[in-house]
């Protein structure tokens, strides 16, 4: 399916507005967003508890040296704690929601042979839809975030059909600045996280990993699958 997209087209990354996040991690900002994580996660619990109860699963995971926003491998939540500064205690709420979804709709694994961009705005479509019209935390207009009323309620292989139909005419890179998140979805050139044995446990799909500097490891929390 990839191969009726320009490869130029279909292989645009996001832009840099948000690589000056990119960094070493500064403490004392990480206890300030991990707290405001916290509060969110607490929120949510109150407010919207199946959102809550699931990001409660997910293990909080500092990732500033390599993620720009916030990203989910479908068990881990991970978060640039700078990001996390710049959003509203109910944006954050909003986040979780987010990539609960993703993990909820497990569109890691129903991406297919489909093109991995078209495929991560239709997700991120889908599910701030969902989002919204739950009225979960508070939609995130601090950053641009992909929304649009024609999709609300689609799946995400609807979507992905209709931004195919129309793939000429969309500003790629634009609906790409629009993500809130990174998926990570195990492209052929993705970043490859290794456990302390040489197992592949992550994939960084979006390119803009660098290196891992850390000697990040991914580890498996108890979650329900
Ligand atoms: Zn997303």
Not at 31 to 42: I, K, M, P
Not at 73 to 94: A, C, H, P, Q
Not at 136 to 152: A, N
């Amino acid at each position: 399916m990839s191969s009726v997209i320009d490869k130029s087209k279909s292989k645009k990354k996001r832009s840099d507005k948000f690589d000056k996040l990119i960094g070493p991690m500064d403490t004392k900002v990480d206890a300030q967003a991990r707290e405001r994580l916290v509060t969110a996660r607490v929120g949510l619990l109150l407010r919207q508890s199946f959102f809550g109860n699931l990001a409660t699963r997910m293990k909080l995971i500092n990732a500033d040296e390599w993620c720009a926003t916030a990203a989910t491998d479908g068990r881990n939540f991970y978060y640039n704690s700078r990001f996390i500064m710049m959003l509203k205690t109910k944006e954050v709420e909003f986040l979780f929601g987010h990539e609960v979804l993703h993990v909820v709709y497990d569109h890691i694994d129903r991406r297919g042979n489909r093109d991995p961009q078209i495929w991560n705005i239709a997700n991120d479509y889908t599910v701030n839809a969902d989002l919204k019209r739950h009225k979960v935390g508070q939609f995130i207009t601090t950053v641009p975030c992909l929304y649009e009323q024609k999709y609300d309620g689609k799946t995400s292989e609807e979507i992905y059909d209709d931004l195919m139909k129309n793939v000429q005419k969309l500003d790629i890179n634009d609906l790409i600045d629009q993500m809130i998140d990174d998926h990570m979805d195990g492209d052929a050139d993705d970043l490859r996280f290794l456990d302390p044995a040489g197992s592949v446990v992550a994939l960084y799909a979006k390119g803009r990993a660098k290196k891992d500097k850390t000697g990040f490891v991914v580890d498996y929390p108890a979650i329900a699958s």
